[in-house]
């Protein structure tokens, strides 16, 4: 017996020694990590400067706005997430007052020189303010601007003319700190619906002064925020690398399913209670090409496919259901309208396609209904898309899916004959009309070099071949283009632009003069059509709203702006070993809530 007894000791020790080498130690506690990919690459990771869906999606997982919606609930509803409370919202919605939970601290960086560092109400004070500043060229800056913060407006305007630097320090009333806790936002009209815009932490995350102060122009490779999780590493293009923040306040689990979504009801029932975020790392790989991206996520080299490929789409989805070999493999798929709109802007300034005489806008009309809307629904996105009737998208209030307009008709006849009538003809017999004053007709479209943006592009060709326009392509990566678009220099763009909210005010926005170049990349303004937007925004929700939402969209129509193709229907993928994986259209990350069985990864994924 005594032998037998040392016998087990020495295993037991052995075992033990085993257990305590690195290899086996890393093997136990095996990092949770989430792998997926963008179609496009990231631009940076500054909240002020931030504009593309990429960026902010990466943005959001870092900082975090006082509000946030929740994750499962529907119909959608926010909740406070920095905040002790809701803000207390004025009877007139001209006051909104916040206050800040105490405890909550930003993640190590060396500009805090070695200390933690608590949120403040005066950190969203001054990274709110930080939009207002002409150095870092805010493309979200509009949505204050159109709230007309107290002073703010007038405080930029000065800054502008005097070219000084920005006063941060002085205080003004739209936007103040009262006490160590609490801020204020006084807006000069009603605004019902500001909260909503607070609710995004990729745009209204707080951002400590010091960290701006020690990185300055290198802000965008340096976001520090309070949020599950910080960079940590990036290779621009490439790969971007999430770690969970050690400073994370002390969150769990706590969503709600709805009684009718069995998805979110097993996500909520294999997580709640967990504490967030339950993945250690999340890595973010830019793989531009639709082909790759979808082998990766076949191969479990990815554990979420984001928005199966068009390409793919018949076999992955026949008939919009999960195929039997993917059902067969207990993949997740999550189907659901985008809230956004895919759209081609005119620049309204550029001496070919801009301009609001009738000539012009014929034009402009005659493009749009030369576009076969249906044939690219079908054959390029594979049938993952409704057509547009006007900018505002589903899922958002405003949206009426009985309101129908001329955006989506597809008519070369008409388009042709608006074309002759205005002086758009072929007058030396090439082939090509020329414009009226018989200088050659040649329009020019930004594009990228991805699969679904050459379909694309080809569509638009063949479109504009029928006509007898000559169209050509500029190539560019997508971050090129979208500086070139925010200064105005592209004569047009197809691109997708997505609410942040279930509010359909951010789709008007895209032709609201104020808005030039930053949401109005058309830079597209209209007196009548300005008019409309500032009422609305004032108004509660109701019939009064929805009559002047929809004479704006009218107006957007007549003089087109804009040729808007389609609202988008995505499909996920998540693999087997991805746990409680969803989507929430207005909630740009999504990564704290999941979770990964990485005892099944290793079985059947790679």
């Known amino acids: 017996m005594s032998m037998m007894r040392r016998g087990l000791t020495q295993a037991l020790l052995s075992l033990l020694t085993l257990a305590c080498t690195p290899a086996f130690a890393a093997d ?13 690459a990231e631009t940076g990771f500054d909240p002020a400067q931030i504009s593309d869906l990429y960026s902010r999606t990466v943005a959001a997982a870092i900082f975090d706005a006082p509000l946030e919606f929740e994750f499962l609930a529907r119909p959608f509803r926010f909740r406070a997430s920095t905040l002790t409370e809701l803000p207390e919202v004025s009877a007139d919605y001209r006051t909104f007052t916040f206050h800040v939970k105490p405890g909550i601290y930003f993640a190590d960086d060396p500009a805090f020189k070695g200390r933690k560092r608590e949120l403040v109400a005066a950190d969203y004070v001054y990274s709110w303010k930080r939009h207002y500043d002409p150095r870092w060229k805010s ?53 019902p619906r500001l909260l909503y815009e607070f609710t995004d932490g990729s745009v209204w995350g707080a951002v400590a002064r010091e960290v701006v102060e020690m990185y300055g122009d290198k802000m965008m490779e340096h976001p520090v925020g309070t949020g599950p999780f910080r960079l940590a590493s990036w290779r ?28 979110a009801q097993a996500a909520v029932a294999a997580n709640k209670g967990k504490r967030l975020p339950i993945v250690d790392r999340v890595e973010i790989s830019i793989i531009e ?82 576009m076969d809307i249906d044939k690219e629904i079908r054959l390029v996105r594979r049938s993952q898309a409704i057509p547009s009737q006007g900018p505002i998208a589903p899922s958002t209030w405003g949206y009426d899916p009985n309101f129908k307009t001329e955006m989506s008709d597809y008519d070369p006849a008409r388009a042709k004959a608006l074309l002759d009538m205005y002086g758009y003809v072929d007058r030396d017999g090439d082939g090509w009309r020329e414009l009226p004053d018989g200088s050659p007709l040649r329009l020019v479209q930004a594009t990228q070099t991805d699969s679904l943006s050459r379909e694309l592009a080809e569509q638009w060709k063949k479109n504009m071949d029928a006509i007898g326009v000559r169209m050509d392509f500029r190539m560019a990566q997508w971050p090129e283009n979208l500086k070139q678009a925010s200064a105005g220099k592209l004569q047009m763009w197809q691109v997708n632009w997505s609410a942040g909210a279930p509010d359909g005010e951010t789709f008007l926005s895209l032709g609201y ?28 929700d109701g019939p009064e709203r929805q009559a002047a939402m929809d004479e704006a969209q009218r107006i957007f129509v007549a003089y087109m702006p804009q040729k808007l193709h389609a609202h988008r229907i995505w499909t996920d993928l998540a693999q087997p070993w991805v746990i409680g994986y969803h989507r929430n259209v207005f909630l740009r990350e999504f990564f704290k809530y999941v979770d990964i069985d990485t005892d099944m990864q290793k079985r059947l994924g790679k």
């Open 236 to 263: 621009r293009s490439s790969l971007t690398v999430l770690e969970k923040n050690p400073n994370f306040r002390e969150m769990v689990y706590a969503e709600e399913a709805p009684a009718d979504d069995p998805i």
């Open 289 to 370: 090409q639709n082909q790759p991206r979808w082998l990766a996520y076949l191969n479990g080299e990815h554990d979420v496919l984001w928005e199966v490929p068009p390409e793919v789409a018949n076999i992955a989805l026949p008939n919009n259901q999960l195929a039997p070999n993917l059902r067969k493999k207990h993949m997740t798929m999550v189907r659901y309208p985008r809230a956004d709109v895919s759209y081609t802007y005119f620049n309204m300034e550029d001496a070919v396609v801009g301009g609001y005489t009738p000539e012009k806008v014929a034009l402009r009309r005659a493009l749009s209904l030369a």
């Open 28 to 40: 136990a506690a095996a990092p949770k990590v989430l792998r997926y990919s963008f179609r496009v």
């Open 139 to 191: 493309n979200n800056l509009y949505i204050l601007e159109k709230a007309n913060l107290l002073g703010m407006n007038e405080l930029r305007a000065e800054i502008l003319a005097s070219k000084k630097p920005f006063d941060y320090d002085r205080e003004v009333p739209g936007l103040r700190t009262l006490d160590k806790y609490t801020f204020q936002v006084k807006t000069a009209d009603p605004v």
């Open 513 to 540: 003069g104020p808005s030039k170049g930053q949401s109005n990349k058309s830079r597209f303004d209209l007196p009548a059509y300005n008019k409309l937007f500032e009422l609305q925004k004032k108004l509660p």
